[in-house]
């Protein structure tokens, strides 16, 4: 069954700012589904409309065949959101935070307890802590045990790694891969885009449009081009020198490297690419071909370069 259904969102702030663009999404029961993008892309303007917080301008959106505008009441009774700001009580406790939630939720912690243990083991131990008080990982995961208290159907997370450190990040999304379990379906934002390849499915979205959805590994097996990275000394200089390559293809700094990816014979191409570089006094450490990333990918539809 489809868990949500959006067909042709459109949604526009003050009459000018486009935030999405003619949306069309299925996530299907079950799934870990993750809206990946980078910051302004339409993440969080996409996750309040179908969180019933926000009107879209058009479309139809379902959640579990209700309507969320129509039915936003009983939608909202089947939903848990974790939103991309802090949505604690900094001056209630850990413990006293969690019981607000399952109060206003006419539910127990008691019931719930099997969904929040690998999670609410973790932060326990600060159970008299004001949420204020807990570190940016700690906070995600005591904001992740308040928004499953009610046992919901499908799981909203809006950027929740974003500024957690590394081992932190990790252990969420382990906690995510968990929750499946409970027959929860779980929709997930991230700027990150090496999280993406933990999701089922991915959507790679970019000024308010969805550029692809499918599968992490289906967006790799996709990527066209023959990607090649290497270490230059000046990558400002060599990135200038690239402009003038002949050669068809896509190029960009990644970390300290240079990833170039090319749509060209390569037996041919690597030899000349290698002679335009010397000719352009361009140090360099070996180029070796490697396999894309996720982020590679998402590089190559927005450039459009295939
Ligand atoms: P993301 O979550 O992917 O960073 P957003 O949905 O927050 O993207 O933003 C999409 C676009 O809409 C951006 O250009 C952003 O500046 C704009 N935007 C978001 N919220 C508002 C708002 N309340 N008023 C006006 N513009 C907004
Ligand atoms: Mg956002």
Redesign the pocket.
Known sequence: MSAISIRGVNKT??GK?V?LKDINLEVEEGEVFGLV??????????FNILTTLLLPDAGDIRVFQMDVIRDYKAVRQIIGYLP?TFSLYPDLSVQENLDFFAVMYKSSIEENMNIIEPIWKQISPFKDRKAGKLSGGMKQKLALCCALIHRPRILFL??PTTGVDPVSRKEFWDILKSIRQHDITVVV?TPYMDEATRCDRIAL?QD?EIIGVNPPQTIIQNFKGHLYTFKSDDIFSLLQVMEQCPLRCNYYPYGEHCHVAFYEDMETAMPQFERFLEEHQQPHSEITAIQPSVEDCFIEIVKGKT
Request: aromatic share 4%; charged share 25%.
């Open positions: 702030y003050d700012v935030a993008g980078p910051d302004g892309a339409g993440k969080s303007t996409l991309g809006d950027e934002s979205i308010g």
